[in-house]
């Protein structure tokens, strides 16, 4: 038994506490020493405390490793999307990911981070998207799905369907974008018609 193990040691006072977490049991901790048969009242409200710290501060490890492997799996969904996904923060991007960059056709992310996303939207679009800039910036609102048409950075177009919920990025409010190249689905209705 534990009390044997103790014992076994030379600790003639012993005390374990429970580190509870939201009314969960996640382990205890112990103290003991070799001096005196027992402890007294402030060294036991001395370790409560402790124990309690120390509760905190596991829980904080845990939440933050979760937290750390929750963002991780985002980046590898968002990073392997076959569908465009940027982030807009102030009307510019601050993110795009490789499928975005393809895109707008640009060699790499540097040439449109900072930049104007207006500049990427197609001018007969550009009323409602800056409507839809203000409902996600603005009123926090999700942005349905809208077929439209992006610019290249060569000023060629692209047919797309994007749509955007609010989100916050580097400590701004912004929105994630989700995009779809219908371009290929454009081009055969014309060819049907």
Known sequence: SITDLVKSWGIQAYCCHPLMIQDRIIGTLSFGTVSR???A????EMMESVTHLVAIAMN???VEEAMRESEEKFR???E????AIFVQTDGRFAYLNPAAI???GSPSAGELLGTDVMDRFHPDYHPEVRKRIRALNEKKERVS???QIYLRMDGSQ???EASAVPFRYQGKDGAIVFVRDTSERVQRQKANE
């Not at 009242?41 to 036991?44: D, S």
């Open 76 to 78: 590898l969904l968002v």
């Open 158 to 160: 692209v047919n797309v």
């Open 80 to 83: 392997n999307s076959p569908d």
């Open 145 to 147: 799905l809208l077929e």
């Open 41 to 44: 009242p402030e060294e036991i």
């Open 102 to 104: 393809r895109l707008f």
């Open 37 to 39: 048969p027992l402890f």
């Open 60 to 62: 904080r490890i845990q």
